[in-house]
């Protein structure tokens, strides 16, 4: 995992309770650090039957608190400036009784006590055993907490710690890293913005089993739809068949040919401020779609192809009658004339940005994780940027594009 900029200069303080569940929590303190944050764990004393503060410290770089810093020589104080000090605090796992003490006010240890003293957001993950979530007192526990907009992560359904199957399970790291990332992000420069990204490659059915599509993963327009989630937008993903799983957060439409994808980008950016047109759509389809698997015994098949409908142009025709969506930025992956290829398409098809990519370099574009883009704006402007992970090129193309929303 490398680092992310959304966690820069943050402070994060993960509690750790009585959960075998709490062999997990090293993984999150781990993936935390790895992101760029500074991370402080406490864990009570239940916790320290399943893991110690030595594993924490191993992947933080910084000690573990206990119930034993309360009582020690800053104890009047460690409470307050922990909880003064920090950006969130998350308790994962959280268990029934910790549930409990901080919904009802109870300080008896280190964590709860840090819980009363930190006016920042909280993000619980619980994890217990048999009926316990479902509980009608937990339950209330918990909506207790949700009054306070405290967000609640989980639990998963599956095996538990008992043997049973049910409700209780504490979700995965990777999950509760998105639902930080969410609470990091809600007063972000996109906050109440609305942000429409397409990703993937479209499918143009032959028969029920073949289809014309192209090599596209789908992990640029992916970690678009993360970029601008980092920043605070509320985030429509518009994806055809991919095997990505989608950030936390965005509502994902699923979409499979370009004709389905042309609706949904219409009906979702019809009150848009940005669109990013990332997704590789088919320029053809077979004329004839054959309700039946082709056999091969029958020969060769011919197949006629037509052109699929152009939904920059279609968007460009909307955008002039409803101004929306305020900004689109589309995409460009050529295999020769890249510059001149792209400054054509940014002007045809009225577009505020373009990123130009070549398709043909083994290390960027298709497949790959990395990228190497040409950024050109409608005012003739044109940013070349090096090699870098597709993580790392969205965010600068949504660092480029927010002055353009704020001041559109």
């Known amino acids: 995992m ?60 910084n000690r573990a608190y206990t119930d034993e810093d309360l009582w020690g020589s800053e104890g009047h104080i460690q409470h307050i400036g922990l909880g003064k000090s920090t950006d969130l605090l998350v308790i994962a796992p ?50 207790i907490l949700r009054k306070r907009t405290t967000k609640i992560v989980g639990p998963a359904e599956g095996h538990l710690a008992s043997g049973l199957s049910g409700l209780g399970r504490m979700v995965e ?16 420069s996109l906050s109440g913005r609305k942000v429409i990204v397409t990703a993937g490659g479209t499918q143009e059915p032959i028969d029920p089993v073949r289809v014309i599509t192209n090599l596209s993963s789908g992990r640029q327009g992916y970690a678009l739809a993360q970029a601008a ?34 609706h949904a980008v219409l009906d979702q950016s019809n009150d848009a401020d940005l669109l990013i047109m990332a997704a590789a ?9 054959s309700d ?38 589309g995409f460009a992956a ?17 577009l505020d940005l373009i990123i130009a990519n070549d ?16 950024i050109l704006d409608a005012g003739g402007g044109e940013e070349a940027l090096p090699l870098m992970t597709k993580d790392k090129v969205s965010e600068h193309i949504i660092q480029r594009v927010t002055p353009l929303i704020r001041d559109g």
């Open 229 to 262: 989630l980092d920043k605070g937008a509320e985030v429509t993903l518009i994806s055809a068949p991919t095997c990505l799983p989608p950030p936390v957060g965005v509502s994902l439409v699923r979409v499979t040919t370009a004709k389905e994808m042309l």
């Open 359 to 374: 398709i043909t370099s083994k290390d960027a574009g298709f497949v790959v994780n990395t990228n190497r883009i040409t």
């Open 2 to 61: 490398t680092e992310i900029s959304l966690f820069a200069d943050k402070n994060i303080i993960l509690g750790v309770t009585g959960s075998i569940a709490a062999y997990k929590a090293a993984d999150l303190a781990s993936k935390l650090t790895q992101a760029g944050a500074h991370v402080d764990v406490i864990l009570t004393q239940a916790a320290r039957n399943f893991v110690t503060p030595l594993s924490f410290q191993s992947v933080t770089g």
């Open 173 to 188: 790291p990777i999950e509760i890293l998105g639902h930080i990332r969410l609470a990091l992000a809600s007063s972000g």
């Open 281 to 289: 759509v088919a320029d053809f389809r077979p004329v004839k779609t």
């Open 292 to 329: 039946i698997k082709i056999k091969k015994t029958t020969g060769v098949p011919k197949i006629d192809l037509e052109s699929t409908v152009d939904i920059l142009s279609m968007v460009a025709n909307q955008k002039t009658k409803q101004d929306f969506p305020r900004i689109v930025v």
């Open 334 to 350: 050529e295999s020769q004339d890249l510059i001149t290829n792209a400054q054509s398409k940014l002007r045809t098809k009225n």
């Open 94 to 143: 959280a268990t029934a009784n910790t549930i409990a003490k901080h919904a009802h006010g109870i300080a008896d240890n280190l964590l709860t006590v840090t819980a009363l003293a930190a006016d920042c957001p909280l993000v619980l993950a619980p994890a217990m055993d048999g009926g316990m979530f479902t509980h009608p007192s937990t339950q209330n526990n918990l909506e």
